[in-house]
């Protein structure tokens, strides 16, 4: 089972931000973005936060240079899934059709927005045999399954979503 979302803090949802934007980071690289002129103490707590993250299974660490290399191991779509079934838990009993109703009928969708939400509504379900393997897998990019709105487009720009 993944870990509730509630593990995510505020510095690392930082981190995995850029990461996701920037790409694989050094310690250093990463302490200079976060805290600009930081010093020694930030570069200690950035070094201590990525540990950390590294032994949650949120980044990944190679070891292979002098310094070390850090990549996003956890994508944005499967924080925002963690997020979305958590809330779902808490506020609606387990339920995502209030969640999503209340998303679908907010004003500021786009026609995109909306054209992609009926796409997912009426593709076929997945055989449990076929269901998604998990983190790691090509699913579902290999056969382009899903609606072509939503392998083009993911949550707040670059990185790691479909088809990026």
């Known amino acids: ?52 993250m590294e032994a949650k299974g949120y980044v990944r660490r190679d070891r292979t240079m002098y310094v070390h290399v ?32 209340h998303l679908a009928r907010a004003q500021d969708l786009t026609e995109e927005d909306r054209l992609a939400l009926r796409a997912i509504i009426e593709e076929p379900e997945v055989p449990e045999d076929r269901a998604d393997p998990g983190p790691g897998s090509d699913w579902p990019r290999q056969g382009g399954s899903g609606p072509p709105a939503y392998r083009r487009r993911s949550c707040g720009g670059g990185g790691s979503g479909p088809g990026d």
């Open 70 to 101: 850090f990549t996003a191991v956890l994508d944005r779509d499967e924080l925002i899934g963690r997020r979305l079934r958590s809330l779902a838990e808490t506020l609606c009993d387990g339920s995502l059709t209030p969640l999503l109703t």
């Open 1 to 52: 089972m993944a870990r509730p979302a509630r593990d995510i803090t505020e510095s690392e949802l930082g981190v995995l931000r850029l990461l996701w934007e920037r790409g694989p980071a050094t310690i250093r690289q990463v302490t200079e973005v976060m805290y600009p002129g930081g010093g020694a103490a930030r570069y200690a707590t950035v070094q201590k936060l990525l540990d950390r």
